[in-house]
């Protein structure tokens, strides 16, 4: 119940792309804000991008803004990340998590009860 589940992650060289997945179940994503979130060997946990409820899109780190596109296909119960002309200072655990609509977006990492447990993004040549 209220379960998430990143995947799509792997080494890529620098330059490359991604598109990580999470997956819901134990809940519809219509009720929910999902944020994306990365942690970088000794570094903080930070969001990265939150897609409202309706659609919505927030970015919160300016280094992803016009690279890093965040979706949602309600059909599916699913969030991406498409991560584009990645770097090596992408490399880090992504992890997606989910808030209530009512809350509406957050990039605070304590404001999201519900987590996945990550996926790692290696970006390296």
């Known amino acids: 119940q209220l379960q998430l589940v990143e995947s799509g992650g792997g080494l890529v060289q620098p330059g490359g792309s991604l598109r990580l997945s999470c997956a819901a179940s134990?809940?519809?994503?219509?009720?929910?804000?999902i944020g994306w979130f990365r942690q970088a060997p000794g570094k903080e946990r930070e969001g990265l991008q939150c897609?409202?409820?309706?659609?919505?899109?927030?970015y919160y780190v300016d280094s992803v803004k016009g690279r890093f596109t965040i979706s949602r296909d309600n059909a599916k119960n699913l969030v991406y990340l498409e991560m584009n002309s990645l770097n090596p200072e992408d490399t880090a655990v992504y992890y997606c998590?989910?808030?209530?609509?009512?809350?509406?977006?957050?990039?605070?990492?304590?404001?999201?009860?519900?987590w996945g447990q990550g996926t790692q993004v290696t970006v390296s040549s």
């Open positions: 134990g809940f519809s994503l219509d009720y929910y804000a």
């Open positions: 897609i409202s409820s309706s659609g919505s899109t927030t």
């Open positions: 998590a989910a808030r209530r609509a009512m809350y509406g977006c957050s990039a605070y990492v304590s404001s999201y009860p519900n």
